[in-house]
């Protein structure tokens, strides 16, 4: 018999193999969108099972952007293919220079001062234009 849980959505009783195995229902593994893995927590009374949420980075969402744009430019299969390493290299490229002017930025003297009096780097420098706060665009 159940314990009376709060937020029990749905309740089922699950079969263990002789090996120990375990299938979780469709309907738990839908609702909870698990993918492969979950991780599992031993309790004091039972067994918490949580699925791994992984979260994608900036970088993988830049990727994606980029792949579904050239998707959306009916090229052909080669122009495909070249177009999308293309900007994907240019990407690559635009973060190793961010990543550089930033470094660079850091290094030098961080007390010097603008006009205003006020310290001269915030961190945020290398990716925004000072003169109208947009984006810095790539020089080559």
């Not at 738990?28 to 004091?44: G, K, Q, S």
């Not at 969402?61 to 430019?73: F, G, P, S």
């Not at 930025?105 to 007390?111: C, F, L, Q, R, W």
């Amino acid at each position: 018999m159940m314990n009376k849980l709060t937020g029990v959505n749905e309740y089922r009783d699950i079969k263990i193999t002789s090996k120990r195995q375990l299938t979780i229902p469709k309907s738990y593994f839908d609702a909870l969108n698990i993918e492969d893995e979950v991780h599992a927590y031993l309790l004091e009374d039972g067994i918490f099972l949580q699925p791994v949420r992984r979260q994608e980075s900036l970088s993988e969402k830049d990727v994606q952007a980029i792949v579904h744009k050239v998707l959306t430019e009916g090229l052909s299969e080669e122009e495909l293919a070249r177009e999308l390493a293309h900007r994907i290299n240019e990407y690559n490229h635009l973060l190793a220079d961010r990543v550089h002017e930033f470094t660079e930025d850091m290094m030098a003297d961080t007390e010097s001062e603008d006009e205003k009096g006020e310290p001269d780097f915030n961190g945020l420098d290398v990716f925004f234009d000072k003169e109208n706060g947009k984006a810095a665009q790539r020089t080559e």
